[in-house]
């Protein structure tokens, strides 16, 4: 091979490398992440038996139910990301991925995700998938985020739902202790984008979305994430009030919730962009820590 031909050949290799990271973007990855995480999560602590084949398909059905909604956001969305200074570098309204392309990926893994969790798994995780998508994309993305700015309290709940389709997964039912894993996501959505919108309210205000702190000003906002904050530290216990798990995940949802909470109260106190973007960063840890602790509990006492 030429000289020429090699350097076409790595000018190719290097544009469709370009090219697939792009669309893996449109997915969110980092948001799919903690989506798969808690998944997974309640799909190890349900009661009964999946198997390894059948809870690798569920999980990977979550995944790709999570990309449709997020490539689905991302078209719809294009207009004002291409405003806004944190999301106007998205493949989209940089023009490396016309939006046409991004509907259809976003649409494409819906069509696989529902069908193949109901075929290789069971239709009420299936079901639970596609509420899960439609409410992402109808409720909170059309409806709920340009108009209210109770978008991301109402809203929150599509990415509460991925527990309880790992639920679901298992035992083809959904329970109070599913309920519950479901409700300490609900509860911990707000606090942790009203803590960003915070740092961003700027952004948010020139795109004209109405998050909290635009509409309500920054002062109410930070009196809400104190009220759901003190709400959601007694909620996350619940799931060790129920049975469900034990000492382990009671004692971390404890000592991660009192720091939770103390940041929450810094926030109202200080009133800074510091403490704002120091309880946003801490609250992905904090419901990391929260699944993390379910499943470590569960293998202490499967053990």
């Not at 991925?97 to 290789?120: C, F, Y």
């Not at 639970?128 to 709940?157: C, D, E, H, M, S």
């Amino acid at each position: 091979m030429s000289i020429d031909a090699a350097s076409a050949v790595q000018v190719l290799a290097r544009s469709a490398r370009a090219r697939l990271r792009d669309y893996v973007a449109l997915l969110k990855p980092r948001v799919m992440s903690l989506v798969v995480f808690t998944g997974f999560a309640g799909l190890v602590v349900a009661p009964g038996e999946l198997g390894f084949a059948r809870a690798t398909m569920a999980v990977l059905c979550i995944a790709l139910g999570a990309g449709a909604a997020a490539a689905i956001n991302m078209w719809y969305d294009r207009d004002i990301d291409a405003v806004m200074e944190r999301t106007r570098r998205r493949p989209i309204p940089s023009g490396r991925v016309a939006p046409e392309r991004a509907l259809a990926l976003g649409i494409g893994l819906s069509a696989l995700s529902i069908p193949l969790m109901g075929m290789a798994v069971n239709w009420t995780a299936a079901a639970l998938l596609a509420l899960t998508i439609a409410f992402y994309v109808f409720v909170y993305t059309i409806w709920l985020k340009r108009r209210t700015p109770q978008n991301i309290v109402i809203g929150g709940a599509a990415g509460a739902f991925p527990p309880m389709i790992g639920w679901a997964a298992v035992t083809g039912t959904v329970s109070l202790e599913s309920l519950a894993l479901f409700l300490i996501i609900f509860m911990w959505t707000p606090p942790h984008f009203w803590a960003l919108s915070l740092c961003r309210t700027d952004d948010y205000a020139k795109a004209g979305v109405p998050m909290l702190p635009v509409v309500a000003g920054k002062a109410e906002t930070r009196r809400q994430i104190m009220i759901y904050a003190a709400l959601l530290v007694p909620l996350s216990l619940a799931p060790a009030a129920l049975g469900t798990v034990g000492m382990i995940y009671g004692t971390t949802a404890a000592v991660a919730g009192t720091w939770l909470l103390a940041l929450a109260i810094q926030v109202f106190r200080e009133q800074t962009a510091r403490a704002a973007r120091r309880l946003f960063q801490y609250s992905i840890l904090y419901l990391f820590a929260l699944f993390a602790a379910l499943i470590l509990d569960w293998a202490v006492t499967a053990a």
